[in-house]
């Protein structure tokens, strides 16, 4: 799941070329919760959150705690 577009790098090989200067576009909480039910109702068993850099998302942890509750998940910072 792409948590967030923005970044506080500016990498050459990102590949949703994420950086500092990237629209913050960021999932809602709600509708990450959504997709994480909808992520368990098609049987997916480990949920990766990515981004841009999931780590500047403000509630991370409340993400975390949704994704965790239903499958083991991986940040990819």
Known sequence: ???????????????VESSPSASPRVIAVDEFERLVAEAVDSGVEE?????GEPFMLLDLDERLRI???AMPTTVLT
């Open 1 to 15: 799941v792409y948590t967030n577009f923005h970044c506080n790098l500016a990498c050459d090989y990102c590949c």
């Open 47 to 51: 949920l990766f959150l990515t981004g």
């Open 67 to 69: 994704a965790t509750a």
